[in-house]
């Protein structure tokens, strides 16, 4: 116990630091931006929904159903939002608890005493782990961790209870309820995340080289003969749920496998059966390296972060064959004849009840016949398997033979392994650090019982020495690199940083992300192009990028990357949507409605963000609609606006687009239907304003004046410095015949909103209309500053002198407005008017 409180110790003094740490990466996605953790979400949702909060079956969706994980972050944002402090603090505990278990569960494998200790030791430091503890997404994995050493524990209490069921019911019983407990935990195993479910292959592993202790030839007799039924029973029972839980899980997720794009995996993408046979022959060795040398980490090994295999003659292939060639040789030795029946015993060793000194045994080996139809020599036997190992640690605790600890290591290693290899179907990374951390159980127990078989080989006190200071050098060197390697996953920043030798590409365009959200603009873009560098043909890169450059005002050069994303991935919707709107503001509207149109129509199948593509299809649909209303094209702008709705995905901020469908009513004198929406707007979003002005605009109209009244002032309540709610006001007075009121509300306005042509230009309208000339002209000068090309602006301020006396200046405002619509009926007449009045006054005109 001892042992576990202390690697649980260490675990946590290693990775406190993280709890300071920020949200990132894949964690803005999975939480930040993930709709199930809401508590207006159905908790149902989870069960139908991956854990990106994409329905499972979407033909984009991931198909990484782990609803315990994202039952788990809920639990996080009900206790306290979105504070990182209490996801890592749930990352870290798990953690902990994950590397007590494992301590206990090494005991009676490795014998006790330092060995365990030391086993824990190593998986509570190793830097592999970082990904997974540090990383909140991470949760997945540590928490199937948990359930999955659960399960085995539970299956070796099974196997030490399974030779007493034979002789009493009681036992019998206890043992089926292990049997239980061992399959439930390896069905939440798989519900945290879909590499849990190997625990049922690698408990398969346990029973028979640790609990029988049985070869390779033994055991494929034991199958073929069917000696010893309640072994296979349990095994028939592994299988059989192995294949109920795979099954329902396939059907769950629609029956089909994911689609990855050619980014995240690049060598399933390949069109050569060498170069993907040769890299994914690869993989193996390199994850492997990244265990034994945990040094360069990085938080994406996707896209070029590892170039592809293409030949034969490529020199990594050499990794390859060692990597194999190793693998080999120590499933040879766990799988060869049986050595000597032998045990530890503090440090000694025994065969046959008689101690084996310096090196040499003092009895003849027996040639044990495992499987002849008499009885075998050997006692420990009975039908050719070995009793039971007993999953419990005596006060002398016995180690079992180091060969069948190797083989149960490399089946732990492994076997968690095989979903990420690629072999049964592709998946959506190249190296992925955190899917090691289950593995790593299997590396860690390989390693320790490596020394544990050096230690015993090697009689000199010395080496011994030498050997142990190595272990714990090793252990030190894992957790200087764990804390060291914690501080990068601080901040979004520090880890892109972190990432820029290995993956340059996606590095540098993350990091950009990161700096344009500072403020940065200068080294963003810097960064942007560096990204585009390495891989120019990155349609997110190419898209944000142009974003930046249009936040920038660089509009042209925005469009072009625009342009450039969309030929890279025409599905990129959100690059249709603001080449749409740039060509609104650069007056090309037919232009822009086409682009708008073309938007709508990209379905969103296969995509990796339905939800982020649906929200940029309503917003195009949204802004198609904006400009047949300004065109008086209701109809057509009331039938985009439906189907906005109609496309609107769960996170999209429907108010302005509910607003909007109730102008569009108001236009077609539908105003029961307009008051509908207005209400559905102030429901969706209780302070948008432009809704309470529209909505108290309605009122007046249909004689509601007390109400309308309330909703002009909350407007004003909730935005003291908008001047376009005192200008609605204002108008709302001024129909009201409060004249006096609606002039100072104008005038509240346009100080406001001084920039606004609009507010300006309707503030100088209603300060006429209430008599206050001077007023009037006033802000009919300012109206003509901020837009000298509008005609109407000079038409009025023209009109305005024209009352005012000030005939020379009208004239002059006239001749303008005439000069950018020579035919305007009004300003000709305006004019004839007023040079008829300068006839009479002698005054000289300019048509004179």
């Known amino acids: 116990m001892i042992a576990e409180l202390v690697c649980g110790a260490v675990a946590l003094l290693l990775y406190v630091n993280t709890l300071s740490a920020d949200f990132c990466y894949d964690d803005s996605r999975a939480i930040k931006t993930n709709q199930d953790l809401l508590p207006d979400t159905p908790w149902t949702n989870i069960l139908?929904?991956?854990?990106?909060?994409?329905?499972?079956?979407?033909?984009?969706?991931?198909?990484s159903f782990r609803p315990l994980c994202t039952l788990s972050f809920r639990l996080n944002y009900i206790l306290g939002g979105l504070d990182p402090w209490g996801y890592h603090l749930v990352n870290v505990g798990l953690h902990c608890c994950v590397t007590a278990l494992f301590t206990a569960f090494c005991r009676p494998l490795l014998g006790g005493g330092p060995w365990s200790l030391l086993a824990g030791l190593l998986f509570a430091s190793h830097p592999i782990h970082t990904e997974a503890v540090a990383g909140v997404v991470g949760r997945a994995d540590v928490g199937a961790a948990f359930c999955f050493l659960l399960s085995l524990m539970c299956y070796a209490r099974h196997c030490h209870l399974r030779p007493l069921a034979e002789h009493s019911s009681g036992s019998a019983w206890r043992?089926?309820?292990?049997?239980?407990?061992?399959?439930?935990?390896?069905?939440?195993?798989?519900?945290?995340?879909?590499?849990?479910?190997?625990?049922?292959?690698?408990?398969?592993?346990?029973?028979?080289?640790?609990v029988h202790q049985l070869?390779?030839?033994?055991?494929?007799?034991?199958?073929?003969?069917r000696r010893n039924v309640s072994l296979l029973v349990s095994l028939a029972w592994l299988v059989c749920w192995g294949i109920i839980l795979l099954f329902v899980r396939f059907y769950w997720m629609g029956s089909r496998p994911p689609n990855f794009s050619n980014s995240d995996n690049p060598a399933a993408d390949s069109p050569h059966v060498l170069t993907r046979a040769l890299t994914f022959l690869y993989l193996p060795a390199i994850n492997t390296w990244l265990l034994l040398c945990p040094d360069r980490l990085s938080f994406d090994w996707s896209m070029d972060a590892l170039p592809l295999l293409r030949c034969i003659t490529d020199w990594r292939n050499l990794q390859s064959v060692l990597f194999y060639s190793g693998f080999a040789l120590l499933v040879w030795i766990g799988l060869r004849s049986p050595p000597l029946q032998s045990a530890t015993v503090n440090g000694k060793s025994y065969t046959n009840g008689k101690s084996i000194t310096n090196g040499h045994d003092s009895t003849p080996l027996q040639d044990n016949n495992h499987y002849r139809e008499t009885k075998s020599v050997d006692s420990t036997k009975r039908n050719g398997y070995h009793k039971p190992h007993p999953f419990k640690t005596p006060q002398k605790s016995l180690a079992l033979p180091t060969e069948n600890v190797v083989i149960f290591a490399l089946g732990l290693l492994a076997l968690p392994f095989i979903p990420a290899t690629n072999l049964l179907f592709y998946v959506g990374f190249v190296v992925a650090e955190r899917v090691l951390y289950i593995p790593s159980m299997g590396f860690c127990l390989l390693v320790t019982a490596g020394l544990r078989s050096l230690f015993m080989r090697c009689r000199s006190k010395s080496f011994r020495g030498v050997l142990m200071s190595c272990a714990a050098g090793l252990v030190l060197i894992y957790s200087l690199k764990t804390v060291r390697r914690n501080q990068d996953w601080?901040?979004?920043?520090m880890l892109y940083r972190s990432g820029l030798s290995v993956n340059p590409a996606k590095a540098w365009g993350n990091l950009g992300n990161v700096l344009k959200n500072q403020g940065k603009m200068a080294e963003a873009e810097k960064?942007?192009?560096?990204?585009?560098?390495y891989r120019g043909n990155m349609a997110d890169m190419l898209y944000n990028l142009g974003l930046l450059l249009q936040e920038r005002e660089q509009l042209s050069e925005a469009f072009h990357y625009y342009k450039l994303a969309i030929r890279s991935r025409?599905?990129?919707?959100?690059?249709y949507l603001n080449m749409g709107i740039i060509q609104v503001s650069q007056g090309t509207i037919e232009e822009a409605k086409r682009t708008f149109l073309s938007c709508a129509d990209i379905p969103d199948e296969n995509l990796k963000d339905p939800h982020a593509h649906k929200s940029s299809v309503t917003s195009c649909l949204y802004n198609l609609g904006k400009l047949l209303h300004e065109q008086g094209h209701h109809e057509e702008a009331l039938s985009m606006y439906k189907k906005a709705v109609l496309k609107m995905p769960r996170q999209f901020a429907p108010q302005s687009l509910y607003n909007m469908?109730?102008?569009?009513?108001?236009?077609?004198?539908?105003?029961?239907?307009?008051?509908?929406?207005?209400?559905?707007?102030?429901?969706?979003k209780p302070d948008h304003i432009p809704a309470h002005l529209t909505y108290g605009k309605l009122l007046s109209i249909v004689g509601q004046k007390s109400e309308a009244e309330r909703y002009f002032l909350k407007a004003i309540e909730l935005d003291p410095a908008r001047g376009n709610c005192y200008m609605h006001y204002g108008q709302f007075l001024l129909e009201q015949s409060r004249l006096g009121e609606a002039a100072a509300m104008a005038e509240k306005a346009a100080e406001l909103d001084s920039s606004e042509f609009d507010v300006v230009f309707n503030a100088a309208h209603m300060l006429r209309q209430a008599n206050q000339n001077e007023a009037a002209e006033r802000y009919y000068g300012m109206a003509a500053d901020l837009r000298p090309d509008h005609p109407a602006a000079l038409m009025n301020l023209g009109a305005i002198?024209?009352?005012?006396g000030k005939l020379k200046e009208a004239e002059s405002n006239y001749l303008l407005a005439l000069q950018l619509k020579p035919d305007d009926l009004i300003t000709q007449s305006n004019l004839q008017k007023l040079w008829n009045v300068m006839q009479k006054q002698d005054l000289r005109t300019t048509g004179s």
């Open 215 to 225: 070869r390779l030839r033994e055991a494929i007799m034991l199958v073929l003969k």
């Open 48 to 63: 139908y929904d991956d854990f990106w909060g994409t329905l499972l079956t979407h033909s984009g969706s991931h198909k």
């Open 490 to 493: 601080q901040t979004e920043e």
């Open 527 to 533: 960064a942007y192009r560096n990204a585009l560098y």
């Open 801 to 804: 002198l024209h009352l005012n």
């Open 175 to 210: 043992a089926g309820l292990w049997m239980t407990g061992s399959l439930g935990a390896a069905a939440a195993a798989l519900l945290w995340k879909e590499q849990g479910v190997t625990v049922l292959a690698v408990s398969a592993v346990y029973d028979l080289c640790v």
């Open 570 to 575: 025409p599905t990129l919707a959100a690059a």
């Open 661 to 684: 469908m109730g102008e569009a009513y108001m236009r077609l004198n539908n105003l029961e239907e307009a008051g509908r929406w207005y209400k559905e707007s102030l429901k969706a």
